[in-house]
């Protein structure tokens, strides 16, 4: 079963729906026991950076995620990707998870518009078990106004938008997609299911 953390800023019904059109056991759960139950978890995230920590603080489910994490599949979704890291530097400096090594800071590509919106063809960068059914080359969409910096080794894909962004990170058994894989058709199905066959 996917348990799809539920901290209250997070994109859950889009999420849902393609684990449901895929066919995959899931659940939208705030609940400790039922994380700590669920084969994989995936952490989505809408919203501003320290919002969204606060409100993963206040849930109760930092440390759990923390735990679980060495354990099994975890996936981040565009801001759930962002709380990965190390610190987020939107309205000020906010810890994140910390369980990727890096940091999150305002995108400055020159000569285009911020936030990121559209589709970008993803350019591999390092193995990564999510990407086994996936095209070099394939285009997921984006919506953001933040990226990653962090370790090229930690970087499974990148795409081009006025320089290297990392689109698809990982650590062990934690993955990040900056991108919306629920939304990016076939080649975003295509990873979700790689994720779920973890």
Request: proline residues 6%.
């Amino acid at each position: 079963m996917v348990a799809v953390i539920d901290y209250g800023a997070g994109n859950l019904f889009s999420v849902k729906n393609a684990l449901d059109f895929l066919g995959y056991e899931n659940k939208i759960t705030n609940s400790a026991d039922e994380l700590k139950a669920a084969d994989k978890l995936i952490l989505p995230g809408v919203g501003a950076f320290p919002d969204a920590m606060r409100m993963l603080a206040e849930s109760g489910l930092v440390g759990v995620i923390k735990e679980q994490a060495q354990k099994k599949p975890l996936l981040g979704i565009c801001l759930g990707m962002q709380m990965l890291f190390e610190k987020g530097y939107e309205f000020g400096e906010t810890d994140g998870l910390g369980l990727i090594k890096g940091s999150v800071k305002l995108m400055t590509p020159k000569d285009l518009p911020v936030p990121h919106i559209g589709w970008n063809a993803l350019e591999f960068n390092e193995p990564c078990p999510l990407l086994k059914n996936a095209k070099n080359g394939g285009y997921v969409y984006f919506v953001h106004s933040y990226a990653a910096q962090c370790p090229s080794e930690n970087v499974a894909a990148y795409c081009d938008y006025g320089g290297k962004v990392p689109a698809l990170v990982q650590n062990g058994n934690v993955f990040g997609a900056q991108f919306h894989p629920e939304k990016s058709g076939e080649v975003g199905l295509n990873i979700l299911r790689s994720f779920y066959e973890l």
